[in-house]
């Protein structure tokens, strides 16, 4: 059963796809909510979508600008559009609690001024950044594997997901397993076709090949727009293999038995498998409920700059230079 808060107040810039499951999950939990989008047709598509889920747009308000307070603030945006609508709404406004989607901008110059304004308007501890992988159940269980390795081995393995897109999100992982350690790009080789966006031709995104390292591990990574397949993860330790697979939601955990005194060339052929099938991804709706209540915890500007960072480095060390198309 939700917990209910109801008269919270909340605010949402943008209602493409991922701003109207923010606004379904604050309506089910019963926060009032105003939204933003200069694009009129989006205000339409939410009450649509609000009326075949059987919920009140009693509580959905359009605003052409923020008010003064709110308990919450979400920016779903396209990225090329998130900092000036942060901006615009610090000069005017505030919130408990500020949820910004990733990629922060498509310009990096851009999220650096996000950082600042936060600083300078002491809003800093407010903000979270929605890399919400890092909160899944499977991930923090490959980090407990990961923490104490002095070398894991990641790797990535499908189809064109974008580097801006979920691409971050997979770097972003690995960078979590190496306790938040700046990585290093050591090679890189960009698909030389362009990832389409549904949003637009004007957006579009990058697939490539690509190695980097931390102090903590390696991740190699083939993400490439010349294919759909899913994404196929593994992540290697001394005395273990983990691998997962998106595209079923299922995942193998093999270790090395413990009772064993054999050389280190046999090891392979003495694991066992300690959990195996299908795991969860918990919905928008349940981390909503979550991280309104405090709950969930997502990193930083600080951490979220080191993934964003890590993207640039790979995209300028692949011949292209910002500001991106990403959406």
């Known amino acids: 059963m939700k917990i209910k808060l109801n008269n919270k107040k909340a605010y949402i810039s943008g209602l493409g796809s991922m701003g109207r499951r923010h606004l379904k999950g604050l309506i089910k939990i019963g926060c009032i909510v105003e939204t933003y989008d200069p694009n009129e047709k989006v205000f339409d598509i939410a009450k649509s979508e609000l009326k075949k889920e059987s919920l009140s747009f009693e509580n959905f308000i359009k605003v052409k600008s923020p008010s003064e307070k709110y308990d919450f603030a979400f920016f779903s945006e396209t990225a090329s559009s998130r900092f000036e609508n942060f901006k615009n709404f610090t000069d005017i406004s505030y919130a408990n609690k500020i949820l910004l989607e990733k990629p922060l901008s498509s310009n990096p110059k851009e999220i650096n001024s996000i950082l600042n304004i936060a600083k300078n308007k002491k809003i800093y501890k407010q903000i979270e950044v929605n890399l919400i992988r890092r909160s899944w159940p499977h991930i923090k269980k490959i980090f407990d594997y990961c923490k104490n390795e002095e070398e894991f081995i990641m790797t990535i393995n499908g189809g064109a997901i974008g580097l801006g897109c ?60 010349n ?82 960072k890590c993207i640039e480095d790979i995209l300028v060390c692949g011949g292209i230079n910002p500001p991106y198309r990403f959406t």
């Open 166 to 225: 979920n691409g971050i999100h997979l770097i972003d992982n690995f960078i979590y397993f190496s306790n938040n350690n700046k990585p290093k790009v050591k090679w890189v080789d960009l698909s030389d076709k362009l990832i389409e966006s549904g949003r637009g031709k004007e957006f579009y995104d990058f697939g490539a090949n690509f190695v980097i390292t931390s102090s903590k591990g390696k991740l190699l990574s083939s993400i490439t727009a």
């Open 227 to 308: 294919s759909s397949a899913n994404v196929i993860l593994t992540i290697k330790g001394k005395h273990f293999i983990i691998t997962v697979n998106y595209g079923n939601l299922t995942w193998n955990i093999l270790e090395r038995r413990s009772d064993l005194d054999v050389p280190m060339y046999r090891y392979g052929l003495n694991y066992e498998t300690v959990e195996n099938g299908t795991f969860d991804i918990p919905n928008n709706d349940t981390f909503i409920e979550n991280w309104t209540h405090d709950n969930i915890k997502l990193p930083d500007l600080e951490t979220a700059n080191i993934s964003h």
